[in-house]
């Protein structure tokens, strides 16, 4: 499967416990995207980045938030400190190098703190 | 920012009949406008997506209209089948800002019934 691969694709955690989601963009793929959705609602855009280089944040993304993609392939998006109000699917996306080129989204991580 | 929205939230068509689903958008410098399928347990598919400088684009059974004029965009889908049954999400963004600048509306989940 060459598509864009998300794991775990389910996590159950604690309120207050520090979890991490990698994403594996498509091979070759410079742009890589994460989004956040919640029940009944379209994806927010969280953050991105262009090979290694994180060039946008969201103001969605706290500061308990921080993703890296350290060579320019896989990425993480890590959670500190989880509250209950970061419960959602959290959603990977890849795209080439050239503006408007669609982007491929993966299956998602399903994040429910308890 | 952008803001999009979305009718209806859900819609129930008999399996060949057509289904519509209409948006808004607020930001009229945004001149791309994708059209996403999300089925269940899966990240967003783009079906088809449409450019300002057109007003009309067909992929089979799909279609999808813009009027820049009243900054509205819809889906048409004819003959609809069992298989067409998902969550649709309609975007807009500004071409040259990549998929960080695509906000999404709130979703419309399709239903066709046999």
């Known amino acids: 499967d060459t598509g864009v691969s998300q794991d775990p694709r389910h996590k159950i955690t604690k309120r207050g416990q520090n979890v991490t989601f990698r994403c594996d963009p498509i091979?070759?793929?410079?742009?890589l995207y994460w989004y956040r959705q919640t029940l009944g609602q379209g994806p927010e855009f969280l953050t991105y980045?262009?090979?290694?280089?994180?060039?946008?944040k969201s103001r969605l993304l706290s500061d308990r938030f921080s993703a890296e993609r350290p060579k320019g392939s896989f990425s993480t998006l890590e959670i500190q400190r989880t509250e209950q109000g970061d419960s959602a699917m959290y959603l990977c996306?890849?795209?080439?190098?050239?503006?408007?080129?669609?982007?491929?989204f993966g299956q998602g991580t399903r994040l429910t703190v308890v | 920012g952008e803001n999009v929205e979305q009718h209806p939230s859900t819609l129930s068509v008999q399996e060949g009949d057509s289904a519509v689903i209409k948006c808004t958008y607020s930001?009229?410098?945004?001149?791309?406008f994708p059209w996403y399928k999300q089925e269940l347990g899966k990240g967003p598919q783009l079906i088809i997506d449409?450019?300002?400088?057109?007003g009309e684009k067909k992929d089979q059974r799909i279609a999808v209209t813009l009027n820049k004029t009243a900054k509205h965009f819809s889906l048409h889908i004819t003959e609809t089948q069992p298989e067409d049954s998902a969550v649709y999400f309609c975007?807009?963004?500004?071409?040259?800002?990549?998929?960080?600048?695509?906000?999404f509306g709130t979703g419309t989940k399709l239903q066709v019934i046999p």
């Open positions: 996306a890849s795209s080439p190098w050239d503006v408007g080129s669609e982007a491929f």
């Open positions: 091979s070759e793929h410079n742009r």
């Open positions: 980045f262009q090979n290694e280089a994180q060039l946008e």
């Open positions: 930001d009229s410098a945004s001149n791309y």
């Open positions: 449409i450019r300002s400088n057109v």
């Open positions: 975007a807009a963004s500004t071409d040259s800002g990549g998929y960080q600048k695509v906000t």
